[in-house]
């Protein structure tokens, strides 16, 4: 699954001409065959020298071997991986993370791993900020080349990862078509920490999501925290706190997410004004976007319209950008 879900979201990428976006490669240590935890073998046609072209890296996970690199990597895959040019970006699915913390690319970053093996990840590498709660983690910068480094939590979370660096490249709109085309969502709520088993079980009879419905055909409006408790029928308190157990995220930080959402779809998709574009999303006023634009995502609302949909204001003709979906010869890498 991990492997696969990288060619299915990367292959299906398409320009507003129709074209791939991505080219998709599978490597491994040794090209040939490979074992797998399943009852089938895959074959990897392709040897570490296809790290050397990549701009983009992925890390499938093997749960077979990840979690036993105490020591270090072996040294063909440590030699495998120093191929990969400086500034290229790298990112792992699931326990994959290990291989990155072994390699020394996440010592000082935050980053995650299948809820299962956080702990175990924590103690094995002291130096990285394990965030045990969220489905993917962008951990920013790594050596002195500037490639970034990601990682996500289990094996399903792979495919949010992939829809976020989608939608880094090539925008909010690519990211959704192919979302579409998965039959996925192209944003998922929440993070792994629904998933994990609790001791105690849950109350039952009571969710926030109609709240959430609610906001998301209002978004325009200046919703308060108030007038979400109140369409579940809650106490601001209770509310707030069974928000954050099914979304991660507290309710003005969620409003906040759909709304910069909203506004990166309209700079994508319409020629509305940027003062336009700030009232029908939520934020108001235009200084109010520009800030959460700058600190959400580092540029100006008119610097994303230009990137997404070029200088011109029509959608961007984009150029292919090689993928490398990193292979192994151990099982289910």
Same mark, same amino acid.
Request: glycine share 10%; hydrophobic share 40%; with cysteine.
């Given at each position: 699954?991990?492997?696969?879900?990288?060619?299915q979201?990367?292959?299906?990428? !398409?320009?507003?001409?129709g074209?791939?976006?991505?080219?998709?490669v599978?490597?491994?240590?040794?090209?040939?065959?490979?074992?797998?935890?399943?009852?089938?073998?895959? /074959?990897?046609?392709?040897?570490?020298? =296809?790290?050397?072209?990549?701009?983009?890296?992925?890390?499938?996970?093997?749960?077979?071997?990840?979690?036993?690199?105490?020591? &270090? +990597?072996?040294?063909?895959?440590?030699?495998a991986l120093?191929?990969?040019?400086?500034?290229?970006?790298? *990112?792992?699915?699931?326990?994959? *993370? #290990?291989?990155?913390?072994?390699?020394? +690319?996440?010592?000082?970053?935050?980053?995650?791993t299948?809820?299962?093996?956080?702990?175990?990840?924590?103690?094995?590498y002291? *130096?990285?900020r394990?965030?045990?709660e969220?489905?993917?983690?962008?951990?920013?910068?790594?050596?002195?080349?500037?490639? /970034?480094? +990601?990682?996500?939590?289990?094996?399903?979370a792979?495919?949010?990862?992939?829809? $976020?660096?989608?939608?880094?490249?090539? &925008? *909010?709109?690519?990211?959704?078509?192919?979302?579409?085309?998965?039959?996925?969502?192209?944003?998922?709520?929440?993070?792994?920490?629904?998933?994990?088993?609790?001791?105690?079980?849950? %109350?039952?009879?009571?969710?926030?999501?109609?709240?959430?419905?609610?906001?998301?055909?209002r978004?325009?409006?200046? +919703?308060?925290?108030?007038?979400?408790?109140d369409?579940? =029928?809650?106490?601001?308190?209770? #509310?707030? /706190?069974? #928000?954050?157990?099914?979304?991660?995220?507290? %309710?003005?930080?969620w409003l906040s997410?759909?709304?910069?959402?909203?506004? !990166?779809?309209?700079?994508?998709?319409?020629d $509305?004004?940027?003062?336009?574009?700030?009232?029908?999303s939520?934020?108001?006023?235009?200084?109010?976007?520009?800030?959460?634009?700058?600190?959400v995502?580092?540029?100006?609302?008119?610097?994303?319209?230009?990137? #997404?949909?070029?200088? &011109?204001?029509g959608?961007?003709a984009?150029?292919?950008?090689?993928?490398?979906?990193s292979?192994?010869d151990?099982? &289910?890498?």
């Amino acid at each position: 699954m991990e492997l696969g879900l990288v060619h299915q979201l990367f292959g299906s990428a !398409r320009s507003a001409h129709g074209e791939p976006l991505y080219s998709v490669v599978t490597c491994a240590l040794t090209p040939g065959m490979i074992r797998t935890d399943a009852d089938f073998p895959i /074959r990897a046609d392709h040897g570490p020298q =296809a790290l050397a072209e990549a701009d983009t890296v992925l890390v499938p996970a093997s749960h077979e071997e990840d979690e036993s690199y105490v020591e &270090g +990597l072996p040294p063909a895959l440590t030699a495998a991986l120093d191929r990969i040019p400086p500034g290229s970006r790298i *990112a792992s699915i699931c326990t994959g *993370a #290990f291989v990155l913390a072994a390699h020394g +690319l996440l010592d000082g970053r935050s980053a995650t791993t299948h809820w299962l093996s956080t702990d175990h990840f924590a103690r094995t590498y002291p *130096a990285v900020r394990v965030e045990p709660e969220v489905l993917y983690v962008d951990g920013g910068r790594y050596g002195d080349g500037g490639g /970034r480094v +990601l990682t996500s939590a289990g094996e399903a979370a792979g495919i949010d990862l992939c829809l $976020h660096m989608i939608r880094c490249d090539f &925008g *909010a709109a690519v990211a959704a078509d192919v979302a579409r085309r998965t039959v996925v969502p192209p944003h998922r709520e929440g993070g792994q920490a629904q998933y994990i088993p609790r001791p105690v079980a849950e %109350p039952g009879g009571s969710s926030t999501s109609a709240a959430r419905a609610w906001a998301l055909n209002r978004l325009e409006q200046p +919703l308060t925290l108030r007038e979400l408790a109140d369409h579940e =029928a809650m106490s601001v308190r209770t #509310f707030s /706190r069974r #928000f954050r157990e099914e979304t991660g995220l507290t %309710p003005m930080q969620w409003l906040s997410k759909q709304r910069l959402a909203r506004a !990166r779809q309209f700079l994508e998709e319409t020629d $509305h004004t940027v003062d336009r574009v700030a009232a029908e999303s939520g934020f108001g006023t235009a200084a109010s976007l520009r800030q959460h634009f700058q600190t959400v995502l580092g540029v100006s609302p008119r610097a994303y319209r230009v990137t #997404f949909r070029g200088p &011109g204001g029509g959608p961007k003709a984009a150029g292919p950008t090689p993928t490398a979906a990193s292979g192994g010869d151990t099982p &289910g890498k």
